[in-house]
């Protein structure tokens, strides 16, 4: 059942026109969403890991999601999308800028993934509820987010899963994921508005009102040599997984 409390309004308009700008580019890994390509695959190491924990599933198996459905919101143009359909779920992105999900439509259609794509604000959208949702770097861009939360919980099915990932809102990221990133060009400029950030303590009690719990958390930290990485520092970015709370 749909929370009445929850609001419908969590778009905000400047950010999808800056994310629909850059759609045509998207899959480029060197052009300038080439920061998501390399956070990616620790993104998905995070998300089997909580899938094979979640479900029990066979950690050999390559389709662990099969004949299960997956949520991806604010899906961009499908970079998460496509591996969650490799890993055999029946996949809908969503996203609230039209021009993401015609490229990532576009691009699956050329790789030959059948992943349904819709644009809009979550709470109109008619797609039901799913077993996994996943929301990565999404939560700073809404304008309430509370009400957005609370549209997320509405979408996952009885035993499903989140997996949440944000930048955290601390000094480190300041410096380095708002002033320095967008300095060198790692992330284009007006991507990220650092009063917008979330710590984990302000999630986890977000997420509590909404009825979901944590279940797991880490965060996303670099080092050079290493790269991007699950990390126990959460000074940059976390990543974590929730379910219906009992």
């Not at 409390?5 to 890994?29: G, K, Y």
């Not at 080439?34 to 389709?63: C, K, M």
């Not at 770097?137 to 989140?162: C, M, Q, T, W, Y």
């Amino acid at each position: 059942m749909t929370n009445a409390n929850v609001s419908n309004v969590t778009i905000r308009p400047e950010e999808a026109e800056h994310f629909a700008s850059l759609a045509r580019d998207w899959w480029n890994p060197k052009g300038p969403m080439a920061s998501l390509h390399q956070i990616n695959p620790v993104r998905l190491e995070f998300i089997r890991a909580g899938i094979d924990t979640h479900w029990g599933a066979d950690i050999r198996s390559t389709h662990p999601l099969e004949g299960k459905t997956a949520l991806d919101i604010g899906c961009g143009a499908g970079l998460v999308c496509e591996p969650l359909a490799r890993l055999g779920a029946d996949v809908t992105g969503v996203d609230a800028a039209a021009a993401n999900v015609s490229a990532a439509a576009a691009h699956a259609e050329a790789v030959g993934l059948d992943i349904r794509y819709m644009a809009g604000e979550l709470a109109s959208l008619d797609i039901g509820r799913f077993d996994l949702v996943t929301c990565l770097e999404v939560i700073e861009h809404v304008a309430d987010k509370p009400a957005f939360l609370g549209n997320v919980a509405d979408r996952i099915a009885p035993g499903g899963l989140l997996v949440m990932s944000t930048p955290n809102r601390t000094a480190a990221s300041r410096v380095l994921l708002v002033g320095a990133a967008e300095a060198v060009g790692y992330v284009p400029k007006g991507t990220h508005d650092w009063n917008d950030f979330v710590t984990p303590e302000e999630l986890e009690g977000l997420l509590s009102d909404a009825g979901l719990e944590v279940t797991h958390r880490q965060g996303i930290a670099y080092r050079p040599g290493k790269g991007l990485h699950l990390s126990g520092d959460e000074s940059l970015n976390y990543i974590l997984t929730a379910q219906r709370a009992k």
